[in-house]
C-alpha cells in the first residue's frame, strides 16, 4: 500500500483540506484529489469487478482500453461512483504524493489513502447498448462511449493542430490516435448510420441516458475555417436527431470555435440543444504559451468574442467553455503563485459569465503522450478554491449550468457544487 502525504499537522493533505473547508462537500474535495493526484487498483479490489455488469472496452479520443477482445479485462475503464452519485473518471498518474488506491476491505470497496480509508465507492454498471453491433457490424462500444447517464460520441479522433505541432500542451489526441489506429485501425472519422443506429439502441434502455455529448479534434479544412468541422457536426447531429421526435434534443456539443454565421447554422440544421467550445486557459499570455495552434488560427481575444456571441443564438445557461484547471501553473511560462493564477482566472471567468458564458473546470492530469507529462500539478486547496470561485461567479450572474452539471458530466468538481 502506499504512504499518504502526512501534512505538518500529522493529517493527510486530503483530510487537512477536508477540515479547513467545511462548507464545500468532502465528496467534491475528494474527486478533485483522485483526479489531481491518480488511482490505482489492488489485486482483491478487482474481486468486485464483474465483466458481465461492468464496463470492460471503452475507445475515446483521449484514452483506449480493452480495445482486443482477448486481452484481460481491467478496471481502468470501470468508472467509480461516489455516495452522492457523482463519478469520477480518473487513473493512475505519475506524481511524488502517490496514488490513491481502490481496495477490497471487509468485503467491502473503499477508496484509501496509506492506512486511511477515505470512502466507500461503488463501480456503475454498464449500458445495454455496449455489447451490440451497427448493421455494417461495427461494435457499438466503439462509436459511443458511456458515463452513467451520458453518452460520449467522438466524429473525428484527430485534432490538426498538431499537423505541425502546436497542438495544446496538455492534450494526448494526437499520440492516442496514431497509437490507436497502428495498434487496432481506429478511423479518424464515425460514419454517421452508425452513430444514428448506436443512439437509437442507447436510449432504448429505460432510465439510463439523459444527454449525447459530441466533440472530437479541430479540423480547419473547407471554404473558411473549421468549415469541414461543421459539416460533420451537422451531418452526425442530423443522423442523431432522426431517433427524435422532437425538433431539438438534449445535447452538447463541445467544439472548435465557429463563427457566428457557422454558429446560426449550426442551431437552425440540428437538433442540438447546447453549446461549448473550450477556451483551456482564462488568460491571454498564459494562453497563447499553452494553446499556439488556437493562438495562431485564432487568438484568445477571438475565441472568447466568439462565446459571447453564441449566447445570442443559443440562449443564457447554454453556452459554457472548459478550462484545464491548473494547467496555467505549468512550468517554465504559467503563474508561478496560485494565488496569481486564481486570481487571473476568475477575473476573466467573471467576465465572461457577465456576458452569459459559463466557465467549468476540469482538474489538470499531465496525461502520457502530452508536452506536459510529467508536470506537476497544484496543490488540492487550489482546486477547492477555484470551484468556489467559479460556482460563486455564476451565482452572481445568476447563471444555471445544468447542461454540464453532475449528472450529465460528473468531470467538474465546480458545478458538482452548483447542486448544493
Ligand atoms: S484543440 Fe487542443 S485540447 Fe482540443 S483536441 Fe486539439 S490539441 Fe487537444
Given at each position: 500500500m502506499t504512504q499518504s502525504v502526512q501534512t505538518k499537522s500529522g493529517l493527510s493533505a486530503y483530510r487537512e483540506v477536508v477540515a479547513k473547508y467545511p462548507d464545500v462537500s468532502p465528496l467534491v474535495i475528494l474527486k478533485a484529489d483522485l483526479q489531481r493526484r491518480g488511482v490505482t487498483y489492488s489485486q482483491a479490489a478487482f474481486?468486485?469487478?464483474?465483466p458481465a455488469r461492468h464496463l470492460v472496452q471503452a475507445r475515446s479520443i483521449f484514452v483506449s482500453v480493452g480495445e482486443k477482445p482477448d486481452e484481460t479485462p481491467t478496471?481502468?475503464?470501470a468508472g467509480l461512483i461516489l455516495r452522492d452519485g457523482t463519478t469520477v473518471i480518473s487513473g493512475p498518474r505519475l506524481n511524488t504524493e502517490g496514488l490513491f488506491v481502490v481496495d477490497s476491505i471487509d468485503g467491502k470497496l473503499v477508496i484509501t489513502d496509506g492506512d486511511d480509508i477515505i470512502e466507500e465507492v461503488d463501480l456503475w454498471e454498464k449500458p445495454d447498448y455496449v455489447s451490440k453491433t451497427t448493421s455494417s457490424g461495427k461494435p457499438m462500444w466503439q462509436i459511443a462511449t458511456p458515463r452513467p447517464q451520458r453518452l460520449d460520441i467522438n466524429p473525428y479522433s484527430y485534432c490538426h493542430f498538431w499537423d505541425d505541432g502546436h497542438g495544446c500542451k496538455f492534450c494526448n489526441i494526437s499520440w492516442n490516435y496514431h497509437k490507436e489506429h497502428k495498434a487496432n485501425n481506429k478511423p479518424i472519422r464515425l460514419d454517421p448510420r452508425d452513430v444514428s443506429e448506436t443512439v437509437a439502441e442507447a436510449i432504448r434502455q429505460p432510465g439510463r441516458f439523459t444527454n449525447i455529448m459530441l466533440t472530437g479534434g479541430s479540423i480547419f479544412s473547407?471554404?473558411?475555417?473549421?468549415a469541414d468541422e461543421l459539416d460533420l457536426y451537422i451531418e452526425i447531429l442530423q443522423a442523431i436527431g432522426e431517433n427524435f421526435s422532437t425538433r431539438r434534443f438534449p445535447s452538447q456539443l463541445i467544439s472548435s470555435s465557429f463563427a457566428p454565421h457557422q454558429l446560426a447554422r449550426l442551431y437552425e440544421e440540428t437538433g442540438v440543444l447546447t453549446y461549448t467550445s473550450d477556451i483551456e486557459v482564462l488568460n491571454e499570455e498564459k494562453f497563447n504559451w499553452i494553446c499556439p495552434g488556437k493562438t495562431a488560427k485564432l487568438g484568445y481575444r477571438e475565441w472568447k468574442r466568439r462565446l459571447v456571441e453564441a449566447v445570442g443564438i443559443f440562449?443564457?445557461?447554454r453556452v459554457n467553455t472548459g478550462i484545464v484547471g491548473g494547467v496555467e501553473t505549468a512550468t517554465p511560462h504559467g503563474f508561478a503563485s496560485e494565488d496569481d493564477a486564481l486570481a487571473a482566472t476568475l477575473e476573466e471567468a467573471d467576465d465572461l459569465a457577465s456576458q452569459g458564458v459559463s466557465t467549468v473546470h476540469c482538474v489538470w492530469g499531465p496525461t502520457p503522450g502530452s508536452v506536459f507529462f510529467k508536470q506537476k500539478v497544484p496543490s488540492l486547496e487550489y482546486y477547492v478554491r477555484l470551484s468556489q470561485g467559479l460556482d460563486q461567479i455564476r451565482r452572481n450572474h445568476g447563471l444555471n449550468v445544468d447542461m454540464d452539471n453532475y449528472r450529465l458530466c460528473g468531470n467538474h468538481p465546480d458545478s458538482d457544487l452548483s447542486r448544493i
Amino acid at each position: 500500500m502506499t504512504q499518504s502525504v502526512q501534512t505538518k499537522s500529522g493529517l493527510s493533505a486530503y483530510r487537512e483540506v477536508v477540515a479547513k473547508y467545511p462548507d464545500v462537500s468532502p465528496l467534491v474535495i475528494l474527486k478533485a484529489d483522485l483526479q489531481r493526484r491518480g488511482v490505482t487498483y489492488s489485486q482483491a479490489a478487482f474481486g468486485h469487478f464483474d465483466p458481465a455488469r461492468h464496463l470492460v472496452q471503452a475507445r475515446s479520443i483521449f484514452v483506449s482500453v480493452g480495445e482486443k477482445p482477448d486481452e484481460t479485462p481491467t478496471m481502468a475503464s470501470a468508472g467509480l461512483i461516489l455516495r452522492d452519485g457523482t463519478t469520477v473518471i480518473s487513473g493512475p498518474r505519475l506524481n511524488t504524493e502517490g496514488l490513491f488506491v481502490v481496495d477490497s476491505i471487509d468485503g467491502k470497496l473503499v477508496i484509501t489513502d496509506g492506512d486511511d480509508i477515505i470512502e466507500e465507492v461503488d463501480l456503475w454498471e454498464k449500458p445495454d447498448y455496449v455489447s451490440k453491433t451497427t448493421s455494417s457490424g461495427k461494435p457499438m462500444w466503439q462509436i459511443a462511449t458511456p458515463r452513467p447517464q451520458r453518452l460520449d460520441i467522438n466524429p473525428y479522433s484527430y485534432c490538426h493542430f498538431w499537423d505541425d505541432g502546436h497542438g495544446c500542451k496538455f492534450c494526448n489526441i494526437s499520440w492516442n490516435y496514431h497509437k490507436e489506429h497502428k495498434a487496432n485501425n481506429k478511423p479518424i472519422r464515425l460514419d454517421p448510420r452508425d452513430v444514428s443506429e448506436t443512439v437509437a439502441e442507447a436510449i432504448r434502455q429505460p432510465g439510463r441516458f439523459t444527454n449525447i455529448m459530441l466533440t472530437g479534434g479541430s479540423i480547419f479544412s473547407g471554404d473558411e475555417l473549421f468549415a469541414d468541422e461543421l459539416d460533420l457536426y451537422i451531418e452526425i447531429l442530423q443522423a442523431i436527431g432522426e431517433n427524435f421526435s422532437t425538433r431539438r434534443f438534449p445535447s452538447q456539443l463541445i467544439s472548435s470555435s465557429f463563427a457566428p454565421h457557422q454558429l446560426a447554422r449550426l442551431y437552425e440544421e440540428t437538433g442540438v440543444l447546447t453549446y461549448t467550445s473550450d477556451i483551456e486557459v482564462l488568460n491571454e499570455e498564459k494562453f497563447n504559451w499553452i494553446c499556439p495552434g488556437k493562438t495562431a488560427k485564432l487568438g484568445y481575444r477571438e475565441w472568447k468574442r466568439r462565446l459571447v456571441e453564441a449566447v445570442g443564438i443559443f440562449g443564457r445557461g447554454r453556452v459554457n467553455t472548459g478550462i484545464v484547471g491548473g494547467v496555467e501553473t505549468a512550468t517554465p511560462h504559467g503563474f508561478a503563485s496560485e494565488d496569481d493564477a486564481l486570481a487571473a482566472t476568475l477575473e476573466e471567468a467573471d467576465d465572461l459569465a457577465s456576458q452569459g458564458v459559463s466557465t467549468v473546470h476540469c482538474v489538470w492530469g499531465p496525461t502520457p503522450g502530452s508536452v506536459f507529462f510529467k508536470q506537476k500539478v497544484p496543490s488540492l486547496e487550489y482546486y477547492v478554491r477555484l470551484s468556489q470561485g467559479l460556482d460563486q461567479i455564476r451565482r452572481n450572474h445568476g447563471l444555471n449550468v445544468d447542461m454540464d452539471n453532475y449528472r450529465l458530466c460528473g468531470n467538474h468538481p465546480d458545478s458538482d457544487l452548483s447542486r448544493i
